[in-house]
């Protein structure tokens, strides 16, 4: 983000430059405005980046692949139409935006109200492009992103400053045709990775399918729902052929933990409200995430002690037999177990 920032700094002052010396004060007055439909653009993607940053990171470190593609779905949907009515609203009436800048006391206004139409070209396949570099850092490819946000910038001061080298009044469309030239970039580049791994999506880089079978459900805060729930789990252990040993301690720490909520973390109407499962199995391991919205509960800090009378025993027979984590995040309580195959108690 830090180097993203800096690029931006360079290629604004570049193309400051190259505008100020084809079309004079005028040129940069109406690149002053445009700047702006660029800032109302970072707006919406402000918020977009801390949901995909935020959000998509912890579905990625909770392995639910299916997530973080509806995650990116409903993220480029609202990019997308946000940004297309804005855009159809300035190519419609340019007019406007550029009364609020009082642009009836410029010489040249047709340049002007022509600047912000082609302008605002840019604003869709540039936040596309946003989201794609913001996906590649959370999915780990880190210098594809960072190669991405310099390709972003260079392309722009590259094509502005080629049609102005050419035509003047041209170089406006400098702007949306390094926003398409970028996508086509992006597209290359992910055919090229697709074809290398064809685990990949094409343009996300997000994994088509999974190495590991996985079990998603939602169980209500009552004792006969957990029982039901853990009847569930077994059922989809076996069909993974998951061991008898390591199958027995995921139903035992599944049915401590579960018990645990519905007795000491419910804080809410039981029947209004649930809690999540989500198990992952993999060739040498198996995951385990539970996410209540309970008040906060470690069960961590619980596996320290018991008393005589046994509390706590469950839990710290939990901590024994899987790697366990803990986080109080977004209201909710998230524990994650990870199990190794074939361990022997």
Request: glycine residues 6%; negative net charge; aromatic residues 12%.
């Amino acid at each position: 983000m830090g180097i993203n920032t800096l690029l931006l700094g360079i290629s604004t002052y570049a193309i400051n430059s190259i505008i100020l010396s084809s079309l004079g004060g005028e040129g940069v007055f109406a690149w002053a405005v445009c700047f702006q439909l660029f800032v109302i653009q970072q707006m919406v993607l402000g918020g977009i980046a801390t949901s995909i940053y935020s959000i998509g990171g912890l579905l990625i470190g909770e392995k639910d692949i299916v997530g973080l593609r509806l995650l990116t779905n409903k993220v480029m949907k609202y990019v997308c139409l946000s940004l297309l009515v804005f855009t159809l609203f300035v190519l419609i009436t340019p007019e406007s935006i550029g009364w609020i800048f009082a642009s009836s006391h410029i010489q040249s206004e047709d340049m002007f109200l022509n600047a912000l139409r082609i302008y605002a070209l840019l604003l869709v396949p540039y936040a596309i492009a946003v989201v794609y570099r913001i996906l590649y850092q959370i999915l780990g490819y880190w210098s594809l992103s960072v190669v991405m946000s310099i390709v972003q910038m260079g392309s722009m001061i590259l094509f502005v400053g080629l049609l102005a080298w050419i035509r003047p009044e041209w170089l406006w469309w400098g702007f949306p045709v390094s926003g398409v030239f970028l996508l086509a970039i992006y597209l290359i580049v992910t055919l090229v990775i697709h074809h290398k791994n064809p685990d990949a999506e094409v343009m996300t880089l997000i994994p088509q399918t999974t190495d590991a079978q996985s079990l998603n459900f939602s169980v209500k805060y009552q004792n006969e729902d957990v029982q039901h729930a853990l009847e569930t789990i077994s059922t989809f252990l076996e069909t993974c052929d998951i061991e008898p040993v390591t199958s027995f301690q995921i139903n035992l720490c599944c049915e401590e933990l579960m018990y645990n909520i519905v007795t000491y973390a419910v804080n809410k109407d039981t029947d209004k409200h649930l809690f999540d499962v989500h198990i992952v199995c993999h060739k040498d391991t198996v995951s385990v995430l539970i996410k209540d919205d309970g008040k906060p509960f470690n069960p961590i800090l619980k596996t320290v002690s018991f008393n005589e009378d046994g509390d706590g025993l469950g839990l710290a027979l939990v901590n024994t037999m899987a790697d366990i984590k803990y986080k109080f995040m977004y209201n909710q309580n998230v524990v994650f177990l990870t199990f190794k195959r074939e361990q022997i108690l």
